[in-house]
Structures are given as C-alpha cells and as structure tokens.
C-alpha cells in the first residue's frame, strides 16, 4: 500500500481543563474521500482544527509521511494542507474574485492561478456571475461554493472540509456534495467532516465514527450506512 497522505497519531486537544480529543488515531490514503462523523461536540471540528494547527494538539500529524509537529498552521498550506471552514469563513467586504485570490496567496505561478480561478468557475458558474459582488452580500450556498474554490486556489493535495452543507437547502446540499466527488475524481484528496452522516457516508470510501474524542467505529462507507448502530445514532433510521 502506497503512503499514507494523512496519519494522525495519539493526537489530544485540551480546551482549558476539557479533554476534547484523547487519543485520536486514524489515517487518510491518497485519492480517498474519508469522513468523520458523530455527534455535536464529539470532536470532528477540533480534529481538523488540529490537523490544521489552529489548535494546539499532542500527538503526532503527518502529511505526507513529514510531521507537522513545528510547521506553522499558514506554513501547512505551502505543504499541500487546505481547509474550508465551518461557517465558510469568507472575508465579507471582498469580492468573489478578489476571495479566490487570497486562496492563492502563497503562489507566485500568475498564469497558472488564472487557470484555477477558471477552474473554480467551471465548477461554480454561479461565482463566474458573481465575480465582482462582496462576498458577505451573497447567499450561504453561494459563500459555501465560494469557500471551497477559495481552499482548491492553492491547489491542495488534501483538502479539509468542515460542515460543507451547514445550514443550506436539500437542492444546494445536492450540489455541494456533486462537486465534493467532482474534486476528488480530479485528484483531490478529502477529509470530510458532515453532520449530515447519510450525504457523508454515501460519498466516503472510508469513514471514522467520533463519539467524546475517542474513535469508536471505522469502516467502508458503505459498510457503516448499513451498521444497525450507525442508522440508529446518526441517521435517525
């Protein structure tokens, strides 16, 4: 088997006195869509956070097989480490174009960024027609459409997501996880963090069940959308 691009290993999170991650322990293999699912407050945002350094996390992270144990959290991105965050995260009062531009701050390849922007418009047509408009007067989906492309502009080798369809209508919620599978059949590797368990589970080869910072259950997709105690807990079957 090929290299891992992601091995988290024994990694804990404190928030205060709080023990949010304990132990976690879970790998990602190049071309995989991988999930994490489970509860509200069991730990999958903080898991990205940490694989991101926006935390400080013990344990090991590797990306790629090099530790990430002293590289800075915006150093990840020149690394391949891309994340569209929870609530999208966009910067409001810039335009969808000048946003895409920020995603691509740490390269210096103009022609090649120009490429990408297109890239994002072609997956995206509704940026393309939004090009010019401040981010924060759009709609939640379009900011969704937007933060992702924002996180492919630096051409990430593994792009994290977290809560792509928070708060979005079914049909848009559709949409996002298309382009979720589009990305990846075009290379990108994706470590997918989904409240929404069933979408998750439907489009993951893999996935890992997180219950109070500890990983409880790992499989195949869509061995757990099939598991008894997965369609109780978290899919409302």
Not at 94 to 107: C, D, F, I, K, Q
Request: aromatic share 4%.
């Amino acid at each position: 088997m090929s290299q891992p691009i992601l091995e988290v290993k024994d990694l804990h999170v404190y928030y205060g006195a709080i023990h949010a991650l304990k132990g976690l322990n879970f790998v990602v293999q190049p071309g995989e869509i991988v999930s994490l699912i489970g509860a509200n407050g069991a730990g999958k945002t903080t898991t990205l956070r940490a694989i991101s350094g926006i935390v400080e996390s013990t344990g090991d992270i590797l990306l790629q097989g090099q530790s990430l144990k002293t590289v800075k959290s915006y150093q990840r991105v020149s690394l391949g480490l891309a994340q569209s965050p929870e609530g999208r995260g966009v910067f409001p009062q810039m335009s969808v174009l000048e946003n895409l531009e920020m995603g691509a701050y740490s390269r210096s390849d103009r022609s090649e960024i120009q490429k990408d922007i297109q890239m994002c418009f072609e997956l995206f047509p509704r940026l393309q027609e939004r090009i010019k408009q401040s981010a924060g007067t759009m709609s939640g989906g379009e900011q969704q459409m937007l933060a992702i492309s924002r996180a492919l502009m630096s051409r990430p080798k593994l792009l994290l997501l977290d809560e792509p369809s928070l708060g979005l209508a079914p049909r848009i919620v559709s949409q996002i996880f298309e382009i979720i599978k589009k990305v990846n059949s075009q290379g990108v590797t994706i470590l997918l963090v989904e409240q929404n368990a069933r979408m998750a589970l439907k489009v993951s080869n893999r996935a890992y069940v997180i219950e109070t910072g500890e990983v409880t259950l790992e499989g195949r997709g869509q061995d757990l959308l099939n598991d008894d105690n997965v369609r109780r807990s978290y899919l409302g079957v």
